[in-house]
T-cell receptor, first 115, second 112 residues
Framework: NAGVMQNPRHLVRRRGQEARLRCSPM?????VYWYRQLPEEGLKFMVY????????ESGMPKERFSAEFPKEGPSILRIQQVVRGDSAAYFC?????????????FGPGTRLTVL | GESVGLHLPTLSVQEGDNSIINCAYS??????FIWYKQESGKGPQFIID?????DKRQGQRVTVLLNKTVKHLSLQIAATQPGDSAVYFC???????????FGAGTTVTVRA
């Protein structure tokens, strides 16, 4: 059973470009979470999604950031018009259906660098 | 949100010795606590969890102690090995919640 997969692992963008980060949850998992980790800091919750639904996006910046988890395909975290402050590691986690609580399994992360 | 702190940002341990990593939390409503290990370039990996109705839980080479009175928990690693070198995060949360809050982590370095 493959774990949570994220791609790309590394992404370099210039200021003003768009960044698209993809996350495929573990097989059988229907809950997806996105977290951001700045250097020397812990992970900060961004958004919680179920298939075709955003459950909680309270950790998402109000502008430029969006997330989706379509019926088919991976979850996408989209950052428009990136700025240097968006440089960070973005982690996706998934959990089994039912409660959306408890243990979350993390992917290897996407490291975004904005030049 | 939850405020999480760790007593020591770094910990250097001799191989074979026991490691103790401490974590303080502020939200008395937290009733579920998870420890994660993050190796360089990887995502956090679940180590062990404990619920508030317990004060001790043991896993393979790891023990978590919870003191709700002082809002403190610790992770003990027995016979520390080079593969234990990583950043360790505690994540206090609530069983009714899904958001995880991580502190800055403790970087454990194992000396040969």
């Amino acid at each position: 059973n493959a774990g949570v997969m994220q791609n790309p692992r590394h992404l370099v963008r210039r200021r003003g470009q768009e960044a698209r980060l993809r996350c495929s949850p573990m097989k059988g998992h229907s809950h997806v979470y996105w977290y951001r980790q700045l250097p020397e800091e812990g992970l900060k919750f961004m958004v919680y999604l179920q298939k075709e639904n955003i459950i909680d996006e309270s950790g998402m910046p109000k502008e430029r950031f969006s997330a989706e988890f379509p019926k088919e395909g991976p979850s996408i975290l989209r950052i428009q018009q990136v700025v240097r402050g968006d440089s960070a590691a973005y982690f996706c986690a998934s959990s089994p259906p039912g409660t959306g609580k408890g243990e979350q399994f993390f992917g290897p992360g996407t490291r975004l660098t904005v030049l | 949100g939850e405020s999480v702190g760790l007593h020591l940002p770094t910990l250097s341990v001799q191989e074979g010795d026991n490691s103790i990593i401490n974590c303080a939390y502020s939200n008395s409503a937290s009733d579920y606590f998870i420890w994660y290990k993050q190796e360089s370039g990887k995502g956090p990996q679940f180590i062990i969890d404990i619920r508030s109705n317990m004060d001790k839980r043991q896993g393979q080479r790891v023990t978590v102690l919870l003191n709700k009175t002082v809002k403190h928990l610790s992770l003990q690693i027995a016979a520390t090995q080079p593969g234990d070198s990583a950043v360790y995060f505690c994540a206090p949360t609530r069983q009714a919640d899904y958001k995880l809050s991580f502190g800055a982590g403790t970087t454990v370095t194992v000396r040969a």
